[in-house]
């Protein structure tokens, strides 16, 4: 996906929705971010992509919606969904719930809205067909660390990474880069594709990370992959109010482009706040098939694997 900043614009309500319907901590967060970025054009359009997504979030949550055509309803229940842009390249420009399904036809379409009366607007819902690929390493050497961490239970030192990199015996030796060595202490894969990998040394100095919870359509992240830092914007979110401390569900987040295999476990940074742990890549399917990248909320890697994280 071509990710652009007037992509979004052109996408998006042109007004916010009423604050009093985005949860607090949504809009505490935004603000807080917001006070950090000097470029204001680009920091508002993300906040108001933050506020609807969170509106709409919290809306399906409470059932306060209903939907003006048909939907593949087991993609629903089955939790695959996101809110974000469409891609302008099969469809028209477009923001809204994208159903991630399979079996239907090959081409992505639109027959579908799903209206929020509390918010006074009414949203595209796409059904775009879309399989997985964890860019899983040849070897788990091979993979790619997203930070240092430390046990809430016994204070040892680790690394966090992706579980399917590192498979999930307990106990299992790894090996890591430098010579170093390691064992997987605790891995949540697949539900949650994360782990957590004790170290033979500590970090020599380290400062406990922070975390951004809600990121939206739009927001800038960098992803630490093996050949350096790579640019990405995120273009759609799984929902992740009330899921993220639970081992029944992945929160996830999509960028527009995918990194390499070898990069599995990389940490998605939004400024210097921690955002996601990279996964692997999920391919679109139809005319113009697209290859978006998969991000791990960082947040709920860190409760499912009861550690906290350092840089």
Known sequence: MEYSDDLLREALPTRPPPFELVPS??????????????DFEHSALVARSAQWTYAMFNELRLGRYYV???IWTPAL??????????DADDE???????????????APF???HIIFERLGEKFPILHQQASITEHRPPHPQYATSASWARCDRDQRWGVLTAGHAVGTSRGAPVSLSHGLGGIVARSYHPVIDAAFVHTDEAPSSARMMTVRRFPAAGNR???????????????????NMGVVKTLSRAAILYMDRCCSPGDSGALVKSGDDAVGIYLGSLETEGPNPDTLGRVLSFEQAA???????YE
């Open 25 to 38: 901590e949504v809009l505490a967060e935004i603000e807080r971010g917001s006070a950090r970025d000097d």
């Open 68 to 70: 003006d055509g048909p």
């Open 77 to 86: 229940f089955c939790g695959h969904f996101a809110i974000g842009l469409f």
């Open 92 to 106: 028209p420009a477009g923001f809204g719930l994208i159903l991630f399904v399979r079996g239907l036809r090959e």
């Open 110 to 112: 639109i027959e579908s």
């Open 221 to 239: 992240v960098s992803v630490g992959c093996q050949s350096g830092g790579e640019q990405r914007h995120v273009v759609a979110v799984e929902d």
């Open 303 to 309: 409760y499912a694997l009861e550690v906290t994280a």
